[in-house]
């Protein structure tokens, strides 16, 4: 499903205009992309956790070349699922 059809199915479901499920996806997801970058975690119960979490850096080999190379430290994005959303898609 890309960002077009979630916005159908959003107006659909939830009776809105295709506009307003639009405006309110964008505004969900600005939402969480301020959050996480404040450091912040987004917990939906029964649906799940938006958090940052730190990789550190560390050395991987270029598939190509074969040759070493150094991965630096980065912050990352996790979703964990909730338990009902777990259980909903097994």
Sequence with gaps: MNKAELVQSMAEKSGLS??????????????????LQ?????????????SIIEKAARTGINPSTK?????????????????ELAEKVN
């Design 18 to 35: 295709k506009t307003d499920a639009k405006k309110a996806l964008e505004a969900f997801i600005l939402s969480v992309e301020a959050s």
């Design 67 to 83: 040759k070493t190379i150094r991965i630096p430290a980065k912050r990352v994005v996790k979703f964990k699922a909730g338990k």
């Design 38 to 50: 404040s450091g912040d975690k987004i917990s939906l119960v029964g649906f799940g956790t938006f």
